[in-house]
């Protein structure tokens, strides 16, 4: 039965795709897309970062961004950004932050 309805599911969305209508208007978007071309602005970052969107679950991790390369710890912002639920414009000033005070 499951794989019924997922074989449903995916015709529904190739004939949605293939509709006119829905060729016409482009698809949004991703998220990540969007993340990758914001601006971010390292003061506002600096300000999240020692905020109550990072330190509800732990203490102040300013002192962690200068103890590693800017690559290092990439992946482990990004993690915390998605753990706090931050906004991709939020994201980007975290970033800006980092990339600007990171270990050189
Ligand atoms: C939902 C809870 C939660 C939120 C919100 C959160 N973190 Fe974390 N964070 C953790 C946990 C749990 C760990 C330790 C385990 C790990 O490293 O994954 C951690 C570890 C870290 C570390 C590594 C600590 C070290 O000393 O090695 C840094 C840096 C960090 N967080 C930064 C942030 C920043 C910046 C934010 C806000 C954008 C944030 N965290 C938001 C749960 C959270």
Same mark, same amino acid.
């Given at each position: 039965?499951?794989?019924v309805?997922?074989?449903?599911?995916?015709?529904?969305?190739v004939?949605? /795709?293939?509709?006119?209508?829905?060729?016409?208007t482009p698809?949004?978007p991703?998220a990540?897309?969007?993340a990758?071309?914001?601006v971010?602005t390292? &003061?506002? !970052?600096?300000?999240?970062?020692?905020?109550?969107?990072?330190?509800?679950c732990h !203490?102040? *991790?300013?002192?962690?961004?200068?103890?590693?390369?800017?690559?290092?710890?990439? *992946?482990l912002?990004?993690?915390?950004a998605k753990?706090? *639920?931050?906004?991709?414009q939020?994201? /980007?000033?975290?970033?800006?932050y980092v990339m /600007? &005070?990171? *270990?050189?």
């Amino acid at each position: 039965m499951k794989k019924v309805l997922i074989a449903v599911g995916i015709l529904t969305s190739v004939m949605v /795709a293939c509709s006119p209508k829905a060729s016409k208007t482009p698809a949004p978007p991703i998220a990540t897309e969007a993340a990758t071309t914001l601006v971010g602005t390292a &003061n506002t !970052g600096g300000l999240l970062i020692s905020s109550a969107k990072c330190t509800k679950c732990h !203490g102040n *991790k300013t002192d962690h961004v200068p103890k590693q390369t800017f690559t290092e710890q990439e *992946k482990l912002m990004h993690a915390m950004a998605k753990k706090a *639920k931050l906004s991709d414009q939020e994201t /980007a000033d975290l970033m800006a932050y980092v990339m /600007a &005070n990171a *270990k050189k």
